[in-house]
């Protein structure tokens, strides 16, 4: 049986074995051969074999044939004088592909500027990827940023405004099934997790939107939204932040939060195919 996986990322993977008895049709195969993929972290340039099987938990045996494949079809470069591989252009393809199959994203960015300059913080838009949540699109404002991140950027899912808000859009059924990939991935620390995560579900239902406060990090406030798609088929969500000296819990509700709401309007309205004007918010509130 294959070894578990040291990478903290990829710790909630289930065994190959398992996922094969679970569904007669998972590819035993091409999940290694994604996980080789998504073993590169943002700042790994270069990974050989026996680092790829570490975080894996594959064989090495096993990560070398997939590895030599997948440097065949563009997806991994070899590296002679490091011997190590990095990722191809392969990769870099599909990653555009994606975003660019994503009209949310073009649509909702004149609208998520239009909030970073009006409340001089970060807004983001991001989708959820097993315990995190990664970054499809940023715009800054020009307030002082407390984290620079970048389209790309992972966070963790239960102590961010916008892993809560993902959280808060999903079905029922679904949300029970990412509450078990998070207990898997968090273990022993997934219960208190838990206890706000269901606070936060709870502030949502009342007001539409989630809180951080510092939860994550210390000197971070924010707040975040989702905005469900296709009939709960598909879940994105927005997040704007700042520092928490700046961002009080009642500049969040009285101002963040509500145009948070507006902005998932606006997104949704030009979604519809409806004509809007040029993307904008109401002036900032006093104290912003």
């Keep these: 049986m294959p070894r578990r996986p040291s990478n903290p990322r990829l710790a909630n993977i289930e065994d190959w074995r398992d996922g094969a008895d679970a569904d007669p049709g998972f590819v035993t195969a091409l999940a290694r051969g994604l996980e080789i993929l998504r073993a590169f972290g943002r700042d790994d340039r270069y990974l050989g074999n026996g680092e790829l ?18 440097t065949s079809l563009g ?17 870099l393809a599909l990653g555009y592909r994606y975003l660019a199959g ?29 315990s995190e949540m990664v970054y499809i699109d940023v715009c800054q404002g020009r307030g002082p940023l407390i984290l620079r991140l970048d389209v790309g950027a992972r966070i963790p899912m239960p102590v961010t405004s ?44 009342d007001n539409g939107y989630c809180l951080s406060e510092g939860d994550w990090n210390r000197d971070v406030a924010s707040a975040g939204i989702p905005l469900v798609l ?36 606006l997104v949704e309205h030009d979604l519809a195919g409806a004509p809007t004007g040029t993307p904008g918010f109401p002036p900032r509130a006093p104290g912003m």
């Excluded at 809560?164 to 898997?184: C, D, K, P, V, W």
């Excluded at 000296?245 to 507006?262: A, D, F, M």
């Design 102 to 130: 994503n009209g949310v994203r073009d649509i909702a960015h004149p609208h998520m500027q239009a909030l970073a300059d009006s409340t001089d913080c970060s807004v983001a838009l991001g989708a959820g990827d097993r």
């Design 230 to 265: 296709e009939g709960g088929a598909h879940v994105l969500a927005f997040n704007c932040g700042g520092s928490s000296l700046r961002l009080t819990r009642k500049v969040l509700e009285r101002s963040i939060g509500p145009r948070l709401l507006e902005l998932v309007r």
């Design 162 to 205: 916008m892993g809560r808000a993902y959280l808060a859009g999903l079905s029922e059924t679904e949300r029970e099934s990412a509450f078990a990939r998070l207990q898997a991935h968090y273990g022993d620390d997934w219960p208190g997790l838990r206890r706000g995560v269901e606070e936060a579900l709870k502030f949502h239902a």
């Design 53 to 70: 099987a570490k975080r894996t938990g594959i064989p090495k045996s096993t990560v070398s044939r997939l590895t030599q494949t997948l």
């Design 75 to 91: 997806y991994l470069r070899y590296v002679d004088q490091l011997e190590r591989y990095q990722l191809g252009p392969g990769v």
